[in-house]
């Protein structure tokens, strides 16, 4: 059975509907398996070789792109030219890098819909890079990242690299830092508490990375789905009585287990929500930029 590729042309609803198709499989799977699950985690160091050549075919395309431009003579215009260059093809690096991450995560999603699709589950130790290519026929920038890796990559790998391209490709927008713009000004007090805000940072440093950028993502969700449209009067007044903690317990974990609030201050309130999830981003974003990505 092969499937036609506009017959894998969706609209997604977001990160939640993939985590719906990797729930069902693994569910599906369960039923023939004896309560196996049909994904399991790739190792960092495949992951790492991953990144790695996301890297290495961005920068040949970037290279191939930018090539006549390093042919600049040396003289003050050229000099100032030669700034402007370095300047134009980082920038190109940086889309082009961007569109790759994009265009292989957007073939993971493809296989992860054709699975749950597929009459039969195919054989999770089949290799990612055939499934794509011969059963899927995807667009060859979709699946062209791992064909140097199809000995060590498998259908089994698939969520665990859609996450890891998710992370990538969200935090290469680098706009997961700020708040929703259509975020109530009642939620989105400053916190002016130095020992509060030193407690936030703190949170972030004890935490597992991978559990709080899961966090970060269903915290970022709940914002957007409750408080940027939110018609309960009541609420907003009493923003200021009210625990944040409370909310994040009850009302916007998902997928992240409820112990990562065990230290999550409980002081802060309702209305200082938004400045919180800056707080705690930025955070996390300078561990990451003291750590690999992956």
């Known amino acids: 059975i092969e499937?036609?590729?506009n017959q894998l042309l969706f609209t997604f609803a977001g990160q939640h509907n993939i985590r719906n198709y990797v729930d069902e499989i693994n569910e599906k799977y369960k039923q023939i398996s004896k309560d196996k699950l049909y994904f399991e985690p790739c190792s960092k160091s495949l992951l790492e070789l991953v990144y790695d050549k996301l890297q290495k075919n961005s920068s040949m395309k970037s290279s191939k792109n930018m090539f006549h431009e390093l042919n600049v003579t040396s003289s003050p215009v050229a000099d100032v030219n030669n700034v402007s260059s370095r300047k134009r093809k980082k920038s190109v690096k940086e889309k082009n890098e961007l569109q790759l991450i994009n265009s292989t995560k957007q073939g993971i999603e493809q296989t992860l819909i054709a699975l749950l699709r597929w009459?039969?589950?195919?054989?999770?130790?089949?290799?990612?890079?055939?499934?794509?290519k011969n059963n899927l026929k995807l667009f060859e920038d979709e699946y062209q990242l791992?064909?140097?890796?199809?000995?060590n990559l498998f259908l089994k790998h698939c969520e665990s690299l859609w996450?890891?391209?998710?992370?990538?490709?969200i935090i290469k927008q680098g706009k997961w830092t700020s708040t929703p713009a259509l975020l109530d000004a009642n939620y989105n007090k400053d916190i002016t508490d130095r020992d509060t805000k030193t407690k936030l940072k703190q949170f972030?440093?004890?935490c597992d990375p991978e559990l709080l950028w899961t966090f970060l993502r269903e915290w970022l969700d709940w914002m957007e789905r409750r408080l940027c449209d939110?018609?309960?009067?009541?609420l907003l007044q009493l923003a200021d009585q009210y625990n944040l903690f409370h909310f994040l317990e009850k009302d916007a974990l998902n997928a992240t287990p409820v112990k990562i609030l065990e230290t999550f201050p409980d002081e802060i309130k309702l209305s200082?929500?938004?400045d919180?999830?800056?707080?705690?981003?930025?955070?996390?974003?300078?561990?990451?930029?003291?750590?690999?990505v992956f």
């Not at 009459?119 to 794509?132: E, V």
């Not at 996450?163 to 490709?169: E, G, Q």
């Open 272 to 274: 200082q929500t938004g």
């Open 119 to 132: 009459p039969t589950l195919p054989n999770r130790n089949s290799s990612i890079y055939d499934f794509m």
């Open 146 to 151: 791992f064909n140097e890796m199809k000995a």
């Open 204 to 206: 972030v440093n004890q």
């Open 3 to 5: 499937y036609d590729q």
């Open 276 to 292: 919180a999830y800056r707080i705690v981003a930025h955070q996390y974003k300078t561990v990451l930029d003291n750590s690999s």
């Open 230 to 234: 939110d018609k309960s009067h009541a």
């Open 163 to 169: 996450k890891k391209l998710d992370k990538l490709y």
